[in-house]
């Protein structure tokens, strides 16, 4: 990556403790950006922040729930206002059941496709609310996450 820097640069990827998420913050990290995450569970977070710290990343983790708007608009001022603006946004956090649908509860079925559904939109409309207008770039993928 001699071509390719994002030295000052700040990328949220979310639902990065382990996985996807993880492999694409790495990658950013080693291309110089400063990576943040969250992850439902603070101990997914920690897991996360240890998992980096053993790439010799210093990641930035932060415990949220992207289904919760109030929770996302919280945690993207919180992370403006302690690591700064947010240039790079990949939406990877998701949900996933391993088992056939026709065996999923009702419940677990909504949560699952409104997740799929509007976890992006929500990501992106807290994302630029903030100060990350700035030629901001926003990464949406269809991923899954226990």
Known sequence: MANFSLEGKVALVTGASYGI???IATAYAKAGATVVFN???QEL???GIAAYAA?????HGYVCDVTDED???AMVAQ?????GVIDILVNNAGIIKRIPMIEMSAKDFFRY???KGTDGSRM???FNRGEALQGAQTLQKSGGQK
């Open 55 to 59: 790439e010799g990343i210093k990641a």
């Open 124 to 126: 992106c409309k807290a």
């Open 71 to 73: 929770g996302v608009n």
């Open 113 to 115: 496709a409104q997740q």
């Open 39 to 41: 992850d439902i569970k």
């Open 21 to 23: 998420g993880f492999a």
């Open 45 to 47: 977070v920690d897991k």
């Open 79 to 83: 992370i403006e206002k302690e690591v």
